[in-house]
């Protein structure tokens, strides 16, 4: 079946440095979502991506989608505090599903002020 | 802003026994979902549905399991003989579109129900 990897797993960084998480997916996809979970939180919805080598801003977050809609990353400029958490992306099966999200495992990022 | 809520925040049961996880999806979604992820782990699929029926399940969604919405806001998760490995977190979502354009394919989360089987 789909299988969507996520790397990397942990993510320590000082206040301000940049963090990108990295996502790769076995097969195809039709689309992929970015999510975040804070803490002890639930999954929050940040973006969507269609696309083949789409890239979308939301302020010092960057996300893209690769050429062959099969990865995709986010990048955070100059981390803050407030962006702690687990970031997941999620992909839905190109020619398959429109129901089923499969979330990759996700990379915890940590913030030192 | 409107949002998924779920009842109870934390369920403790024994082996054996069934639990029922329920959750408001926003007002106007259609699309309804369950989610779960044991603890330190990724979000897993495991129901979608629409128009009063199952659209698809994971692996993870066998005979233990049903869903429901009862009423007009209510959507329900039913695990009818729990296991150990049944604890984790459960997420309720729900969207008002799967489409891949457009608006309204995003997914809201409610907060979880904790669910702990001993």
New interface residues.
């Given amino acids: ?1 789909q299988q969507v990897m996520q790397i990397p797993q942990y993510q320590h960084v000082q206040e301000g440095e940049d963090f990108t998480t990295y996502c790769n997916s076995s097969t195809t996809l ?2 992929i ?1 970015w ?1 975040k ?1 804070r803490p002890g ?5 940040l973006i ?1 991506l ?1 696309k083949s080598g789409e890239v979308k801003k939301q302020k010092r977050l960057t996300f893209q989608f690769g050429e062959a809609k099969k990865n995709s990353s986010l990048h955070i400029t100059a981390t803050q505090t407030t962006d702690v958490g687990t970031y ?1 992306c ?1 992909g ?1 099966n190109s020619g398959g ?10 990379t915890l990022l940590t913030v030192n002020p | 802003e409107p949002e998924v809520t779920q009842t109870p925040s934390h369920q403790v049961t024994q082996m054996g026994q069934e639990v029922i996880l329920r959750c408001v999806p926003i007002s106007n979604h259609l ?1 309804f ?1 369950w ?1 779960r992820q044991i603890l330190g ?5 495991l129901v ?1 549905f ?1 128009n009063n029926e199952i ?2 399940k ?2 993870i969604f066998d005979d233990q399991f049903s869903v429901e919405r009862p009423d007009g806001s209510n959507f329900t998760l039913k695990i009818r003989s729990t296991k150990l490995e049944d604890s984790a977190m459960y ?1 309720c979502a729900s969207s008002s579109s ?4 457009g608006s309204g ?8 129900t904790r669910l702990t089987v001993t």
Avoid at chain 1, 41 to 45: D, L, Q, R
């Fill in positions: 079946g039709s689309n979502q999510y979970q939180g639930h999954p929050v919805f969507q269609v997941f999620a839905r599903s429109n129901y089923k999200l499969t979330f990759g495992k996700g | 699309y979902y989610y782990q990724k979000v897993e699929f979608s629409y659209s698809e994971s692996e997420f799967v489409f891949r354009t394919y995003e997914q809201y989360f409610g907060p979880g």
